[in-house]
């Protein structure tokens, strides 16, 4: 048990649509990241937040966003949704440098 | 561009035997090494983190770190079949939080 709980579990949805996914951390875990694994591959990093900022930011576009709330909570938004979207989404969080990962969301677009 | 390399696999191991996993990285900057375990469809769980040259050891698990070398390896002794899963090696610089990952080893142990 990481203390790490991601919503929804699985989601399909269709090209062009919007999705939001959804992460609650431990109290204390000041450190948000998101990664997308496709299929075969290691994760690759999205971006971070500390504090409610972002503070960090992989190779993706600007449609995907994020937010981290006060209550440790933090949101990945997607916009305009492609077929090579469709991963496992990722959130991790922890207070020193060690990373613990919710179950994650697999997403599918059709 | 910061790599870290692992070899995809398969490695097979007869149960009982020692597996060796083994993964090296670009950026010498980095000062943490981790190895995560993940099941298929399941999300990436933390086994081992290492941060200064050497051994550690922790149950079954030791991880390996060379900084001059630019390698870190795991070894499992007294493999289970339950270890059987998709071994990552995720590193990570000291000025932020991420993490640069291997594309992951994946382990079989034969009863």
């Known amino acids: 048990e990481t203390g790490v709980t991601q919503s929804p579990t699985h989601l399909i949805k269709t090209r062009g649509q919007q999705v939001t996914l959804r992460c609650s951390s431990q109290?204390?875990?000041?450190?948000v990241s998101w990664y997308q694994q496709a299929l075969g591959q290691g994760p690759q990093f999205i971006f971070q937040?500390?504090?409610?900022?972002?503070?960090g930011r992989g190779n993706f576009p600007p449609r995907f966003s994020g937010l981290q709330f006060p209550n440790y909570s933090s949101e990945l938004n997607v916009n305009a949704l492609e077929l090579d979207d469709s991963a496992l989404y990722l959130c991790?969080?922890?207070?020193?440098?060690?990373?613990?990962f919710g179950q994650g969301t697999r997403l599918t677009v059709v | 561009q910061k790599e870290v390399e692992q070899n995809s696999g398969p490695l097979s191991v007869p149960e009982g035997a020692i597996a060796s996993l083994n993964c090296t990285y670009s950026?010498?900057?980095?000062?943490?090494f981790f190895w995560y375990r993940q099941y298929s469809g399941k999300s990436p769980e933390l086994i081992m983190s290492i941060y200064s040259n050497g051994d550690k050891e922790d149950g079954r698990f030791t991880a390996q770190l060379n900084k001059a070398s630019q390698y870190v390896s795991l070894l499992i002794r007294d493999s289970q079949p339950s270890d059987s899963a998709t071994y990552l090696c995720?590193?990570?610089?000291?000025?932020?939080?991420?993490?640069?990952w291997g594309a992951g080893t994946k382990l079989i142990i034969k009863p």
């Open positions: 991790a969080s922890g207070a020193d440098f060690e990373a613990f």
């Open positions: 950026d010498r900057g980095s000062q943490s």
């Open positions: 109290s204390g875990h000041n450190t």
């Open positions: 937040y500390y504090r409610e900022e972002e503070n």
């Open positions: 995720a590193v990570r610089e000291d000025s932020n939080y991420q993490l640069i």
